[in-house]
């Protein structure tokens, strides 16, 4: 089955420390995007990727960092440096060609404490 | 600034009464606009794309249109299974595929 993958679903830490989170797909799609959602608001860009190798701060970058060594892979790591970190976090990828369509993966949920 | 505005923020519904739901945007040069949607605790589900005024897109008992100031998703006759959130997105030139989303609207379709 092709899709795109988060783990874990559920995620819990401790304030302070760093956490990274998965981003895995099989589609072949070239551009990947990590995106915050709060209650009440509307996603938010995090990072984005549109090839191997290079990546973009969206508008709230800060707290954030990801690498993309693979096409298939986009994680994201939340640092102990951002302020808000708890809340639901989804992946997203551009098919090939396509015009701004994003298709998203399951989600996954930080807890900080 | 670039904005999008989803109303109502949520909707009851009895199982049967249809209803519309709303996007307006105020953004530079749409290049196009999306709607999704979100069962809780799961990530958006792709429903249309829209590119431009007059254009209509229909999926079962859904049906988007757009026009230069806004988008409608009409439900006709929903059911139980359609309570969900309803996103809203709109793509805008800018050198990427950048996604600007609406905070979404509750729907609940009560038997």
């Known amino acids: 089955d092709g899709g795109i993958t988060q783990s874990p679903k559920y995620l819990f830490r401790k304030e302070g420390q760093n956490v990274t989170l998965s981003c895995e797909q099989n589609?072949?799609?070239?551009?990947m995007y990590w995106y915050r959602q709060d209650p009440g608001q509307g996603l938010r860009l995090i990072y984005y990727s549109q090839i191997v190798n290079d990546f973009q701060k969206g508008d709230i970058a800060e707290g954030y960092s990801v690498s993309r060594e693979k096409k298939e892979s986009f994680p994201l790591t939340v640092t102990s440096a951002q302020k808000n970190p708890t809340a639901f976090y989804l992946c997203a990828s551009t098919p090939t060609g396509a015009h701004y369509e994003q298709y998203f993966g399951p989600g996954t949920r930080l807890t900080v404490t | 600034e670039d904005q999008v505005t989803q109303s109502p923020e949520a909707l009851r519904l009895q199982e049967g009464e249809s209803s519309s739901l709303n996007c307006s945007y105020t953004?530079?040069?749409?290049?196009?606009l999306f709607w999704y949607r979100q069962d809780p605790g799961k990530g958006p589900e792709f429903l249309f794309t829209l590119y431009s005024a007059g254009e209509e897109k229909e999926k079962e008992r859904l049906k988007a249109t757009l026009t230069k100031k806004e988008s409608f998703l009409h439900i006709t006759a929903p059911k139980p299974e359609d309570s969900a959130t309803y996103l809203c997105a709109v793509a805008i030139s800018g050198g990427y595929n950048k996604l600007i989303f609406g905070a979404g609207t509750r729907l609940a379709v009560h038997p």
């Open positions: 953004v530079s040069g749409l290049r196009g």
């Open positions: 589609l072949n799609h070239d551009a």
